[in-house]
């Protein structure tokens, strides 16, 4: 079946430095979405990226869906405390989208020291 | 965005017993509702789908006579973990997607954190 998979699975950085996440799919997506979760809480949508080598930001958060859409980024810039949490990248389960089930990676864990 | 809400947030409960977590969409309707369990640092692993008017669709693996999901409405599906045994402590999170660019991004309800004894 598909699998996505994330790299590192943790990160500690120093408050002010950067940080990025990567994603893999065994399958080519027709979309990929980021969700975020804080320590104790459940995960946040961040965005959804569609088109082949779509860039999005979002204040000091970049995401890249890459040309073959099988694999996707999140880079953060000068960490604060608050991206403190778990970033998980989800494509859609099933190639024609069905169920609107997602396949969520294994997440990567920051941490970041003030 | 869509809230979605969970009850309860937290519950102990002895072994044996059955515990109900309720997950509602509080300003959408959502046809399908998606239950995922979540061990401390690891990521979300789906446990069902839950079909408003019919029957969940679990996945493989997960006992569907000891995780009872009824979605009884557009705007509640419900999360029955019966005869509770310690392995089942857990972080439960229920979902409903709700609409987006090109397919349903999914809404997450706060959780449920059930802890057996």
């Known amino acids: 079946g598909q699998q996505v998979m994330q790299i590192p699975q943790y990160q500690h950085v120093q408050e002010g430095e950067d940080f990025t996440t990567y994603c893999n799919s065994s399958?080519?997506?027709?979309?990929i979405q980021w969700y975020k979760q804080r320590p104790g809480g459940h995960p946040v949508f961040l965005i959804q990226?569609?088109?082949?080598?779509e860039v999005k930001k979002q204040k000091r958060l970049t995401f890249q869906f890459g040309e073959a859409k099988k694999n996707s980024s999140l880079h953060i810039t000068a960490t604060q405390t608050t991206d403190v949490g778990t970033y998980f990248c989800?494509?859609?389960?099933?190639?024609?989208?069905?169920?609107?089930?997602?396949?969520f990676g294994g997440g990567t864990r920051l941490m970041v020291k003030p | 965005g869509a809230v979605v809400s969970q009850h309860p947030s937290r519950v102990i409960c002895k072994s044996g017993t059955s515990v109900k977590i309720e997950c509602r969409s509080l300003?959408?309707?959502?046809?399908?509702m998606f239950w995922y369990r979540q061990f401390p640092k690891q990521s979300l692993m789906l446990m069902a789908t839950?079909?408003?008017?019919?029957?969940?669709?679990?996945e493989q693996g997960v006992e569907k006579d000891k995780f009872l999901i009824n979605h009884a409405s557009l705007t509640l599906s419900t999360l029955t973990v019966t005869s509770a045994h310690p392995e089942d402590s857990s972080f439960y999170i229920c979902?409903?997607?709700?609409?987006?660019?090109?397919?349903?991004?999914?809404?997450f309800g706060p959780g449920t954190r059930l802890t057996v004894l």
């Open positions: 979902s409903a997607p709700a609409g987006g660019e090109g397919t349903d991004t999914q809404y």
């Open positions: 399958t080519t997506l027709s979309n």
């Open positions: 990226l569609v088109k082949s080598g």
């Open positions: 989800a494509g859609p389960t099933r190639t024609d989208n069905a169920g609107n089930m997602l396949t």
């Open positions: 300003d959408f309707q959502a046809t399908t």
């Open positions: 839950s079909n408003e008017g019919s029957k969940a669709t679990y």
